[in-house]
């Protein structure tokens, strides 16, 4: 049976308002109007702009008829309240009750998820996670968090928190991420990728991917790849490395929860080449052997669209 959903994405570069319809295990985004978060005044204009482009969108597709709505947002958030409680990348919005302002306007169940638990529905009913009853959904992009699947449910902790394994401290030193010297988010984001870069290039230049000292700002996850990709020994190198880290982390996640499948976006569907033979090395010297022999990791399916169908996604919950 075919259902209409609206989706709202909230970024702090961009927001989209998504017209999308689901039918069994397809899902198809219709249309979306996309606007720069920095050109609203406030979360209320913000929301406003939504609500106008939403409601321009059900003008024209009148055959649309929406029975929910899904918000996929950064956190902090209270999810079962539906508020946005001051996310770092969304200054000025704080403690906003965005699933009350929708359903006043729309008179529709409003449902809000933090972007990783969005992503994590997304690839589990329509993406590499489909099938699967205990899931991690590890975002590996510009930070490192997971969204988790367990016994078939969404689970999002006491607090809404479940998931940010970014924090776990994997090395007593190491690079920065999540505020924390050698955390999970240190090694293998982008940002954690680009700051090993730099920290070799200090030493050893000039390298093929990084000349001189004028080009260390210029370091990223992307170049480093490129470089990597090209068979520069020491690009290579730096991502063994976060290979090695991945596996760490991943090992503590298949331990406590018996996952039977990870399923991992943005660096790793890129680079899988570069970092799973460090990853999988590590994964069987780390991993209690039974629980790994069950657990299939797998890049993410769903690509560029993963934002769109997340939002879509949560209206579903």
């Not at 059900?58 to 902090?76: D, F, R, V």
């Not at 704080?94 to 699933?99: A, E």
């Not at 390298?207 to 170049?223: E, G, P, V, Y």
Request: glycine share 12%; with cysteine; net charge negative.
């Amino acid at each position: 049976m075919e259902e209409w959903k609206l989706g709202f994405d909230i970024g702090g570069t961009k927001c989209a308002a998504i017209l999308g319809k689901v039918n069994g295990e397809m899902i198809s985004v219709v249309e979306k109007t996309v606007y720069a978060t920095a050109e609203t005044k406030s979360p209320f204009d913000c929301i406003e702009r939504f609500c106008t482009a939403a409601e321009n969108l059900l003008k024209k597709y009148p055959e649309a008829k929406p029975t929910s709505i899904g918000i996929s947002c950064g956190g902090p958030l209270d999810s079962k309240r539906g508020v946005i409680m001051s996310p770092p990348n969304l200054p000025g919005w704080d403690n906003i009750p965005v699933c009350e302002l929708l359903n006043k306007r729309f008179s529709l169940p409003v449902r809000l998820c933090n972007d990783a638990d969005a992503c994590a529905v997304a690839e589990w009913k329509f993406g590499a996670g489909r099938g699967a009853e205990n899931m991690a959904f590890l975002t590996f992009g510009t930070g490192m968090g997971a969204g988790l699947v367990l016994g078939g449910k969404l689970y999002s902790g006491a607090s809404g928190m479940a998931g940010e394994c970014g924090h776990i401290r994997l090395a007593e030193d190491g690079p920065v991420g999540y505020g924390k010297h050698g955390s999970f988010e240190g090694f293998c984001s982008g940002g954690g990728i680009a700051r090993m870069g730099r920290a070799y290039a200090e030493k050893h230049l000039p390298l093929s991917w990084c000349q001189s000292a004028d080009d260390l700002d210029k370091i990223s996850a992307k170049t480093i790849a490129e470089a990597a990709l090209a068979g520069d020994e020491s690009a290579r190198m730096i991502y063994e490395e976060c290979g090695r880290r991945l596996g760490l982390g991943l090992s503590i996640l298949i331990d406590i929860l018996n996952l039977d499948r990870i399923v991992i976006g943005s660096i790793f569907q890129r680079s899988e080449n570069l970092l799973r033979p460090a990853m999988e090395s590590v994964l069987k010297a780390e991993t209690l052997p039974l629980s790994l022999s069950q657990c299939e990791i797998v890049p993410a399916e769903l690509g560029d669209s993963i934002g769109d169908i997340a939002a879509l996604s949560v209206a579903l919950l």
